[in-house]
């Protein structure tokens, strides 16, 4: 872990946000560098285009693209001496989590550091949580911020 890249997955949210001050902690405690990506979830099933007049192709490249922009206007308001990667992929409906530990796995992360949902009681039981999914299935140590 200590001489390996810490992974940063990030929805934009405030509070991906709040975990971001963690990883870029923990990579200066480490002297290493912090990957961050974003996951575009592809939507799938006639009931998410019942209303588009473009295709779901030019739907996710126009999502990829958002979340392009959004990435490198979080990278310019980062001060900091870290090297920093950035990077946005596509996944498939529900595999989100997959997506993120994949990630980590293929660019030999040694730490993900992400922000939990921030749900409790039965909105925690009805909707997938992505946070709780990677600390279960990633191979290296998973901080989740709250």
């Known amino acids: 872990m200590r001489s390996r890249k ?14 971001l001050g963690y990883a870029i902690e923990m990579a200066n405690l480490y002297q290493v560098s912090l990957r961050i ?7 799938s099933g006639d009931e998410n285009f019942q209303i ?13 693209k958002d979340a392009a922009a959004k990435m490198k206007s979080l990278l310019d308001g980062l001060d ?15 595999n989100i989590a997959e ?18 949902h921030g749900r409790s009681g039965l909105a925690h039981l009805l909707h997938d949580n992505v946070s709780e999914k990677v600390a279960n299935k990633a191979l290296c140590p998973v901080l989740i911020v709250k």
């Open 6 to 19: 810490i992974l940063w997955p990030t929805d934009f949210s405030p509070t991906a946000s709040h975990a």
């Open 37 to 43: 990506l974003h996951v575009v979830q592809q939507l």
């Open 52 to 64: 588009l007049v473009i295709s779901p192709e030019e739907l996710m490249q126009s999502m990829e």
């Open 80 to 94: 900091t001496n870290l090297t920093l990667e950035s990077v946005v992929r596509r996944c498939e409906e529900n």
């Open 99 to 116: 997506q993120i530990v994949k990630e980590a796995v293929d660019c030999d992360c040694g730490m993900i550091v992400m922000a939990s």
